[in-house]
């Protein structure tokens, strides 16, 4: 069955970096578009970044210039850099992989940016 595992979540402060991954396995990687998205409490689940099978990306306004999202299809892994993080970038961020919806979810990783 497919699986999404994500990792690489913690604490940072602002200003600082952190790089998330997501593992998957049970599926045909390199045809699958992949994304990520986040959630903050009390806050709607919203799209960050995405890329597609063909490594087209695109990114949320309130992160373009600072997250970078990219695959890599020999580890079956899609990552999202983080730069110049923000308070507001606080939350559960969520790996998203479908060919068609409704795709299929990872089960969170946390960060928090705080001093």
């Known amino acids: 069955q497919v699986q999404l595992v994500e990792s690489g979540g913690g604490l940072v402060q602002p200003g600082g970096s952190l790089r998330v991954a997501c593992a998957a396995s049970g599926m045909a990687f390199r045809v699958y578009n992949m994304a990520w998205y986040r959630q903050a409490p009390g806050k709607q689940r919203e799209l960050v970044a995405a890329i597609t099978s063909g490594g087209s990306s695109n990114y949320a306004d309130s992160v373009k210039g600072r997250f970078t999202i990219s695959r890599d299809n020999a580890k079956n892994t899609v990552y999202l850099q983080m730069n110049s993080l923000k308070p507001e970038d606080t939350a559960v961020y969520y790996c998203?992989?479908?060919?068609?919806?409704?795709?299929?979810w990872g089960q969170g990783t946390q960060v928090t940016v705080s001093s």
């Open positions: 998203h992989a479908h060919v068609s919806l409704p795709g299929y």
